[in-house]
């Protein structure tokens, strides 16, 4: 099972631009689906992206599609999350998850639904306006 560390949160400015990061240990990175989901305060974690295990196949929710971009690097072991044209309620805590189910799991994932494989600590992205 792989453990996953996010890092890049931090705080800007409505119309700027943050990466997200996301290492994860073990040798079996390329076999999981990797997926970010955020929490706003006061509500429940959502989902945001998706990717497969290639890297051939995402998933955007529509409340980021356009301005967010999800890539991983398999030989780095790592997923990343460029976000441009942050929004205020773009505000949040940022986790990501991987799950060897893959792509399907993860976008069809929510608080009732089965347990993903892996979560990260979370990374808190604050947008100003």
């Known amino acids: 099972q792989v453990q996953l560390v996010e890092s890049g949160g931090g705080l800007v400015q409505a119309g700027g631009s943050l990466r997200l990061s996301c290492a994860a240990s073990?040798?079996?990175?390329?076999?999981?689906?990797m997926g970010w989901f955020r929490q706003a305060p006061g509500k429940e974690r959502e989902f945001v992206v998706a990717?497969?295990?290639?890297?051939?196949?995402?998933y955007y929710a529509d409340s980021v599609k356009g301005r967010f971009t999800i890539s991983r690097d398999n030989a780095k072991n790592t997923v990343y999350l460029q976000m441009n044209s942050l929004k205020p309620e773009d505000t949040a805590v940022y986790y990501c998850?991987?799950?060897?189910?893959?792509?399907?799991?993860?976008?069809?994932?929510?608080?009732?639904?089965?347990?993903?494989?892996?979560w990260g600590q979370g990374t808190l992205v604050t947008v100003s306006s």
């Open positions: 073990g040798r079996t990175f390329s076999t999981y689906g």
């Open positions: 998850a991987a799950d060897k189910r893959g792509i399907g799991t993860l976008k069809g994932w929510g608080p009732s639904t089965n347990a993903l494989d892996a």
């Open positions: 990717i497969n295990w290639s890297g051939g196949t995402t």
